[in-house]
């Protein structure tokens, strides 16, 4: 279930290509940041959901096209997608330079995958990153010593600082005009020997650099082959190379590595005095943040702080976004097509419909934009790596990875950026799993929805119930987790292994760059499925099917009505009356998004037509809507700093008039409400709305991070435990009054989760099966 983005790329025709690779956190990205600058594009890799970067580096007029591959310890070892993205890259497509950057505080370790790259025989050049850090260890670089044992170039950096980036780029030109391709590792005769042989035998059609790569692999026991000639043949240079060394051929590979390293990292330095300031510092800092004790809650306290900026913050300047590109998007667009003379119906697409689709984008901005701010800044200053390790212990055990909690805290906020933080997690499944737990985290906008039916009834335990819908949607998503581990994504956590990077400013145009291209990602990708669907979510309650054909109308006999009174009947077993049709509306609006599912019903319950749009473009008053806009940044500042102990606004739910205004509901909407459905059916409802189907912009950031198979589960998934879920809490609840009704529920159910567990072991099955045949035909 996995497919993959397809994206224009940043490309220039005939432009030599440099490809960057190096360990995590060598600050890899901070340098294709600083080179590209805003000229830069983030997609996927064709085929998986590897985020790929690309930008154009200009050198004296010359365009270049840079790549940032995935941060991987190893190009050789393990199956993971950003290992064989960043192999593959290397050994089939056209390179002209490769950039190998690695962290000087920690050399030896890095320098392992320097050799693997040199291996390839690809033109290659090493920036020593992070010298600054060397030297707080009391390490003084000696490159030229360093350039002549490794064969290429060598150029000292600090890259966050843009130090360095001067020499860099010389040092790039001359590699063109003068490639080196480096000194690689020398491994005794007879491994070289059983290399050789074993290229050989490979398929001639593959290039030289893939068969050695993997003649390589196969030696060190890291991949398998399914040709005869080729496993006879790897057998017998083992056993030649066991009888002749007394040792495993994988074990002289790495100690022949291990000693090419080791030899370099000693000629990379000399001694100098330390800062012992720093050491201690840093040792002060891990030894509380990284504690048994202090760890997790310092780790909590690190992202409610997130959230409530986030979330809290951003709601400073929501309503001046909303209400600005409402009026501007909305009111000033379609009075400019009034102008002109189109139809109203035509206006009413145009301006409220495309123009309504992308309002609804832009409000995602200020919350979703802080979100990767904070997220950006924690990264670089080297906390998120430390947080991951502190939480490792705790989801571990539930068969998740240790960072997998930053996105569930995100997704308090809002899911699109707890879906997209997700990335921080380098196991594959363990990614999978986290995403799809995302959108069971209740959203702040579910928080309005919850407000307007605590206010009816639930005043007395309004806050407990909300609450109480947080729980259940965190054991939901945790659950989902461990079901599907145990099924259709088996396996266990990959071990968690991680430098950890120092302490540091962050480096501000490293964040703001970053920042900015998740926002954009966010706004340009995730958006458009968000206003596609806003768009016709809008048509729908404008138009009907009457006499034989679709023409205008009122709300009342809309294809938004008529299609709700036709599905009506499937919420009847949570309590859903029949003639309450303005209730599933809601629910269809929420596909688009959260926020709409009140303003819905407010729209229903009032019987706002076409007309009342069409008055406001006729009359839209820009200036003064654009005034009120502005009037709320300092109003939702006041508020800010008033409820910072309260993010949520539970306390609100003890006055009805605040919990009216924080709901968005109106007073014909509430009264609507009580009429419509009871305490244990309102209950129902709102656990549907809590786990049925993400929003649109949710769904558009499933799609792009783990694929249209996963997307589509997930949709359908939520629906069928949001149903399930409301269903039980209703028939359960009033289950002495029709017990025998309520009993076939409650069976079916059972019944239709066993038949779920049936076919999600099944497709575990097959892709183990895949993945093994997979494995036996890979080279």
Known sequence: MSDCCNTAEVHVNNAPVIALAGNPNCGKTTLFNLLTGSHQHIGNWPGVTVERRTGLLNIKRQKMELVDLPGVYSLLGGGSADQAVARDFLLDEKVDLVINIVDASNLERHLTMTAELLEMGKPMLLVLNMVDEAQSLG???????????????????????????????????????????????????????????????????????????????????????????????????????????????????????????????????????????????????DNLVLSDWFGVPIFLVVLYLVFVISYSGGNIFLDFFDQASSALLISGVGHVLYLVGLPDWLVSIIAGGIGGGLNLVITF????????????????????????????????????????????????????????????????RGRVLTVLMQPFMSCSARLTIYMAFAVV?????????????????????????WLLGKTALRGNPQPFAMELPPYRLPSLNSVLLQSWHRLKIFMFRVGRVIAVIGLVLFILPGIGWQNGKLTTTDIDHSLLAQGSRALTPIF????????????????????????????????????????????????????????????????????????????????????????????????????????????????????????????????????????????????????????????????????????????????????????????????????????????????
């Open 139 to 285: 390490l003084k670089p000696e490159v030229e010593r360093l350039s002549a044992s490794l064969g290429i170039p060598v150029v000292p950096m600090i890259a966050r600082k843009g130090h360095g980036r001067k020499e860099l780029e010389q040092t790039i030109e001359a590699c063109f005009k003068n490639p080196q391709h480096g000194i690689t590792v020398e491994y005794d005769n007879d491994t070289q020997n059983a290399l050789s042989e074993l290229e050989a035998a490979i398929d001639s059609s593959v290039n030289p650099a893939r068969r050695h790569f993997a003649a390589l692999r196969l030696l060190e026991e890291l991949s398998s082959t399914d040709n005869e000639h080729v496993n006879a043949l790897l057998n017998e240079q083992r056993a030649k190379i066991r009888q002749s060394q007394g040792e495993e051929p994988v074990d002289m590979i790495a100690s022949a590595r291990f000693s090419w390293t080791y030899k370099n990292a000693q000629l990379a330095f000399s001694k100098i005095a330390a800062n012992p300031r720093r050491q201690k510092i840093t040792t002060w800092l």
């Open 365 to 428: 901005v200020p919350p979703i934009g802080l979100t990767f701010l904070f997220l950006a800044l924690l990264d670089d200053s080297g906390y998120m790596a430390r947080a991951a390790y502190a939480m490792d212990r705790l989801m571990r055990r539930m068969g998740l990875p240790g960072n997998t909690l930053v996105p569930m805290v995100i997704g308090f906020g809002c899911n699109v950026p707890a879906i997209m933080g997700s990335r921080i997690i380098e196991d594959p």
């Open 457 to 481: 009834f639930f005043r007395e335990n309004g806050g407990q119930v909300v609450f109480l819908l947080y729980v259940i949607g965190i054991i939901v998503a945790f659950l989902t987790a």
């Open 572 to 779: 009847t077993p949570m309590g859903i009356k029949p003639d309450n049709w303005p209730a599933v509306s809601g629910l269809i609006a929420g596909a688009a998004a959260k926020e709409i599912v009140i303003g819905t019903m407010n729209g229903i319950y009032q019987r706002q037509n076409t007309e009342d749009l069409m008055a406001s473009y006729r009359h839209p008053d820009i200036l003064s809507k654009l005034k009120d806009a502005l009037a709320t940044i300092p109003a939702n500042a006041k508020v800010f700093f008033s409820t910072l102990d309260d993010p949520l606004g539970i306390s609100s739910l003890h006055n009805d008039t605040d919990a009216r205004q924080a709901s968005g509901a109106s007073s014909a909407t509430l009264k609507a409400l009580a009429i419509g459905f009871t305490p244990l059916s309102a209950f129902a409802y709102m656990v549907f709305i809590l786990l049925y189907m993400p929003c649109a912009s949710t769904m558009g950031a499933l799609r792009r991070e783990v694929g249209w198979g996963w997307m589509i589960f997930s949709s359908i998934y939520g629906i069928a435990i949001g149903w399930a879920g409301g269903t039980l809490i209703y028939q359960l609840g009033s289950y002495i009054y029709h017990p025998d009704s309520s009993l076939t529920w409650c069976i079916s159910i059972v019944v239709g989760f066993v038949v779920l567990v049936v076919g999600l072991r099944w497709f575990g099955k097959y892709q183990d099966t895949q993945s093994s045949v997979t494995m036996e035909r890979s080279i």
